[in-house]
């Protein structure tokens, strides 16, 4: 079922960026045919979401349908990506000599950063408590510049 959630994730996203370019085209029906792709394919989505709630599969184990913990779950994940996956991620590519990825993954970490700052304080609002995530990304440059 995993799979099924991931798979159907990705189309969601794939319709959108479908319907943009439709759009960006001037074919405004194609655009609507593919923003209702997304929104069904959305709801199928969260579908498979309730089917692994409660079980022990990712990412069942960090939804609870309880905001609070959710928001927690989602202060984590984001903090791990910021901390870890895209540090990780720019330095291959830097390696490749990749410099337009390296850079752009250090824009998608930037915003990442935006995303946990965000969270972690509808967080600290919800519990009543201070903003505690910090991400521990230094080193990530957040414009195009080149080793």
Same mark, same amino acid.
């Given at each position: 079922m995993l799979e099924c959630f991931t798979a159907e994730s990705a189309a969601v996203q794939l319709y959108r960026y479908h319907s943009q370019s439709?759009?960006?085209? #001037?074919r405004a029906e194609t655009?609507?045919?593919?923003?209702?792709?997304?929104e069904t394919t959305? /709801?199928?989505?969260?579908?498979?979401?309730d089917l692994l709630e409660g079980t022990d599969v990712p990412p069942a184990e960090h939804t609870s349908g309880e905001a609070r913990l959710n928001l927690a779950a989602a202060v984590a994940a984001v903090l791990r990506d910021v901390s870890e996956r895209f540090?990780?991620?720019?330095?291959l590519a830097l390696e490749n000599g990749?410099?337009?990825?390296?850079?752009?993954i250090?824009?998608? /970490?930037?915003?990442? #950063?935006?995303?946990?700052?965000?969270?972690? #304080?509808t967080l600290a609002a919800v519990t009543g408590g201070a903003p505690r995530a910090?991400?521990?990304a230094a080193g990530i440059p957040t414009t195009g510049e080149r080793p």
């Open positions: 439709a759009r960006i085209e #001037g655009a609507e045919v593919f923003e209702e792709l997304a959305a /709801c199928v989505a969260h579908g498979y979401l540090p990780q991620l720019r330095d990749e410099y337009d990825t390296a850079s752009w250090s824009t998608v /970490c930037a915003l990442k #950063g935006a995303h946990l700052t965000k969270l972690d #304080g910090r991400p521990v």
